[in-house]
């Protein structure tokens, strides 16, 4: 099993080194690649965190922080086939080489609603709501981890690289192919395994436990398992369901969010031009060579000071307006969701009730009658 490791400054790796593992060569013996400088967004698989000011904090979608689900695993490879939700961080995309000997199966894949989008765009990331601006979903579903199978050629073909020391012992022969087919699980993503993503620590009786919440432990167990040459324990493993979300209240959701949220943006612009303009009239104020601004000034200054306090409320009004809408339409299929299951089953009552009373009735009128 292989993570995709990128490593972060330190003693031994400073400030300004490459960070990033550069298995390309390695990779391409195997016949796949991983995207350079590529992390992928998801919009469907976006996971809710807060964001905003000390006075403002709201739940926004982290387009880079993924949870997957049934329909981004394969159902088909016993790694995946029973496992429920898994989290991921800033993942990468693999994809296949044509003509390549192995076979590239994706195990872990984005949705449809997925985008690649530059590494760069994640240094020193701020606000993670800013990701959403200019999304455009591709339409392409993404390689998140994958089992490579079949035949290896060596990375080395013409043997070992000529600065590295034998090691010591009996010389080993050279292998320019793998003498058996191999069997390797490729993730494209080493905060797989990180506690923030699939555990959370929980006081019990003045002990620490740990209870998780996703199934990306049950993912590197199941490989270990496949990998070690047993599929006979993969069937008792992963089959909890930790969550059942609202899938339709997520999707109108994101509707109401991408409709509200370019209306809040143009505010914010109308907003930031207004007060542009009010920082450079006060600058004229305060000039000592200008004491005292000029009429046309003065009605420039009170109307750019109503404008700001019209779009501040307006932008509030629309922030506000998008937590309302979405509100009410999680309110309105919950309760429909809710309510349809008791009236299903009580008008199946009613009917299985009144069918047996119209049978009864029928054999009281047959009986009478043969009498």
């Known amino acids: 099993m292989l993570e995709i490791q990128q490593s972060r400054p330190s003693q031994f790796n400073p400030p300004g080194s490459p960070t990033d593992s550069n298995l390309d060569r390695?990779?391409?013996?195997?016949?796949?690649?991983m995207v350079p400088n590529t992390v992928v967004g998801d919009r469907f698989a976006a996971r809710k965190v807060n964001a905003g000011t000390s006075s403002r904090v709201q739940a926004v979608d982290y387009v880079a922080w993924l949870n997957l689900r049934s329909a981004n695993f394969n159902k088909d490879d016993y790694i995946t086939a029973d496992l429920s939700q898994i989290n991921m961080a800033t993942s990468g995309i693999l994809q296949p080489h044509e003509g390549a000997k192995t076979t590239f199966e994706p195990l872990l894949m984005s949705s449809e609603s997925a985008e690649p989008m530059p590494a760069q765009r994640f240094n020193a990331l701020i606000d993670p709501s800013s990701l959403r601006d200019g999304f455009k979903?591709?339409?392409?579903?993404?390689?998140?981890?994958?089992?490579?199978?079949?035949?290896?050629?060596?990375?080395?073909?013409?043997?070992?690289?000529?600065?590295?020391?034998?090691?010591?012992?009996?010389?080993?022969?050279?292998?320019?192919?793998?003498?058996?087919?191999?069997?390797?699980?490729?993730?494209?993503?080493?905060?797989?395994?990180?506690?923030?993503?699939?555990?959370?620590?929980?006081?019990?009786?003045g002990q620490r436990i740990a209870q998780a919440?996703?199934?990306?432990?049950?993912?590197?167990?199941?490989i270990l398992d496949n990998l070690s040459g047993s599929n006979a324990l993969i069937s008792i493993r992963g089959r909890a369901s930790f969550s059942r979300p609202f899938e339709r209240i997520d999707a109108l959701k994101r509707q109401a969010d991408e409709r509200l949220r370019s209306k809040a943006l143009e505010l914010q612009t109308e907003l930031q031009q207004t007060e542009h303009k009010l920082t450079e009239l006060q600058k004229t104020r305060n000039d000592q060579s200008s004491i005292m601004l000029s009429p046309e000034q003065e009605a420039e200054l009170k109307r750019f000071t109503a404008e700001k306090t019209r779009v501040r409320k307006e932008l509030r009004e629309t922030e506000r307006g998008l937590d309302v809408d979405i509100n009410r339409l999680g309110s309105r299929l919950k309760i429909i969701n809710i309510a349809i299951a008791p009236l299903i089953v009580a008008l199946?009552?009613?009917?299985?009730?009144?069918?047996?009373?119209?049978?009864?009735?029928?054999?009281?009128?047959?009986?009478?009658?043969?009498?």
């Open 213 to 222: 919440f996703a199934n990306n432990g049950d993912f590197i167990a199941n």
């Open 26 to 33: 390695l990779f391409a013996a195997w016949g796949f690649e």
């Open 348 to 371: 199946a009552g009613v009917f299985i009730l009144s069918t047996r009373r119209r049978r009864r009735a029928g054999s009281s009128k047959t009986a009478a009658g043969s009498t």
């Open 137 to 205: 979903s591709t339409g392409i579903r993404y390689t998140l981890a994958a089992r490579i199978t079949g035949p290896l050629d060596s990375a080395y073909p013409m043997g070992p690289p000529a600065d590295q020391k034998p090691a010591a012992g009996p010389p080993v022969a050279h292998l320019a192919k793998s003498a058996t087919p191999a069997s390797i699980v490729v993730i494209a993503d080493t905060d797989l395994m990180m506690d923030y993503l699939w555990v959370q620590q929980r006081q019990f009786l």
